[in-house]
T-cell receptor, first 114, second 111 residues
Framework: GAGVSQTPSNKVTEKGKYVELRCDPI?????LYWYRQSLGQGPEFLIY????????DSGLPNDRFFAVRPEGSVSTLKIQRTERGDSAVYLC????????????FGPGTRLTVT | QKEVEQDPGPLSVPEGAIVSLNCTYS??????FMWYRQYSRKGPELLMY????GNKEDGRFTAQVDKSSKYISLFIRDSQPSDSATYLC???????????FGDGTTLTVKP
């Protein structure tokens, strides 16, 4: 079956611009996670949704970052006033439910802020 | 200090060697211990998980968890060139949704 998909695969934007990153989870998965991975580091947690609501947004670095999941399926990560330090691979994962261990990752969106 | 520390590598071994990958952690609440494999420009892929302490074997892979020492390991027997990748340890507590990852160890298996 189809895995987690993310679009775009690459995004180059200028400092100060607004970007949206999209994640399509595996059908039927109720939990969805966003992570950020910088070069040479492991994924760093940003936010996760159980259904439509953000169950834990403690990893969002500041108020320029926001994420939504209005219908409990597709999610969008939104970054305002991008900074060069936001450059990273943004990974999305989904799982059948939030308490389990098994998270299925998408290929990521590589964001470059120039 | 990070909650999860992973031996940084890189690690280069000949084909057929036994590989040992290790992580330490500080959060006693962690109950799930996972190993992911990540190929270049791909998302992490779950290899194995262990709940609480103990060993788990799956083919050429063995995962070990020692909660008393807060130390986990992944062993790869008869390593193959196709095992060349970055290996990430990850942990979570029972009630948390998020996983906490190590920074990964890059492994190269030379034919």
């Amino acid at each position: 079956g189809a895995g987690v998909s993310q679009t775009p695969s690459n995004k180059v934007t200028e400092k100060g611009k607004y970007v949206e990153l999209r994640c399509d989870p595996i059908s039927g998965h109720t939990a969805l996670y966003w992570y950020r991975q910088s070069l040479g580091q492991g994924p760093e947690f940003l936010i996760y949704f159980q259904g439509t609501g953000a169950a834990d947004d403690s990893g969002l670095p500041n108020d320029r970052f926001f994420a939504v999941r209005p219908e409990g399926s597709v999610s969008t990560l939104k970054i305002q006033r991008t900074e060069r330090g936001d450059s990273a691979v943004y990974l999305c994962a989904s799982s059948l439910y939030s308490g389990g261990y098994e998270q299925y990752f998408g290929p990521g969106t590589r964001l470059t802020v120039t | 200090q990070k909650e999860v520390e992973q031996d940084p590598g890189p690690l280069s071994v000949p084909e057929g060697a036994i590989v040992s990958l290790n992580c330490t952690y500080s959060n006693s609440a962690f109950q799930y211990f996972m190993w992911y494999r990540q190929y270049s420009r791909k998302g992490p892929e779950l290899l194995m998980y262990t709940y609480s302490s103990g060993n788990k074997e799956d083919g050429r892979f063995t995962a070990q968890v020692d909660k008393s020492s807060k130390y986990i390991s992944l062993f790869i027997r008869d390593s193959q060139p196709s095992d060349s990748a970055t290996y990430l340890c990850a942990m979570k507590d029972t009630n948390a949704g998020k996983s906490t990852f190590g920074d990964g160890t890059t492994l190269t298996v030379k034919p």
